[in-house]
């Protein structure tokens, strides 16, 4: 896809591809630190969100009055969905293997594409610090979607409202979801980070 900015880094053969979402202001690189931690021989792909708002990149735009555009959700949600699909037959991977590590606006759309009837291909995610952006539009069931996500307690941008109301619609649908939570705001913590390695190597994919 010519407008879009890719980075893709080598991993052993037969492991899981993590696809990497950034949070906003953020680049397709950011998390690669963090995607190396958790999945050290996997091939890592991140896809940068292509809008600007205020100087910060972003997956989707707000409205004017601060709200999120669902527009712009949908129609950028779906030029991610086919990017994911492009970059990754470039690459001569399997997106239906990939593990999303996403944070914040990065974490929102991945769970947004499952929760409103998109063709989503990937099916196991780490979400930091997602909310629910808008209600779900179940059209299939999600149990075959493993999630785990993270909320910090004093997190200035995601309510509590949000995460939960995020937790009970991927549950609803099917998904299984293991929540890991802190004290701390909007960020990334180290035992966060280990909870998600512990999580990721559980469930035995191919790391
Ligand atoms: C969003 O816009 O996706 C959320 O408010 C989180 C963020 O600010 O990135």
Redesign the pocket.
């Known amino acids: 896809m010519s407008d879009a900015y890719i980075f893709f880094k080598e991993g052993k053969p037969g492991y899981a591809p993590i696809l990497m979402l950034h949070?906003?202001g953020g680049s397709e690189e950011d998390l690669v630190n963090i995607a190396d931690f958790l999945s050290p021989n996997s091939p890592k792909l991140g896809i940068r969100g292509r809008l600007i708002e205020n100087g910060r990149t972003?997956y989707f735009n707000?409205t004017e009055d601060g709200g999120?555009d669902l527009d712009s959700l949908d129609s950028e949600t779906d030029w991610l969905l086919e990017t994911i699909k492009e970059t990754f037959a470039e690459h001569h991977l399997d997106p239906t293997q990939a593990i999303v590590v996403g944070y914040?606006?990065g974490a929102?759309i991945a769970a947004y594409s499952w929760l409103n009837g998109k063709d989503t291909p990937f099916r196991t995610a780490i979400l930091f610090h997602p909310?629910l952006?808008t209600d779900a539009t179940i059209t299939r069931s999600l149990d075959d979607i493993k999630v785990w996500d993270s909320y910090g307690a004093n997190d200035q941008?995601?309510s509590p409202q949000s995460f939960f109301a995020l937790n009970s619609s991927l549950k609803v649908a099917g998904a299984q979801v293991t929540s890991f939570q802190h004290q701390s705001a909007h960020k990334i913590t180290d035992e966060e980070l280990t909870s998600a390695k512990k999580w990721i190597n559980q469930i035995n994919l191919n790391i």
Do not use: A, D
């Open positions: 949070g906003t972003r707000h999120f914040s606006n929102n909310m952006l941008i995601v």
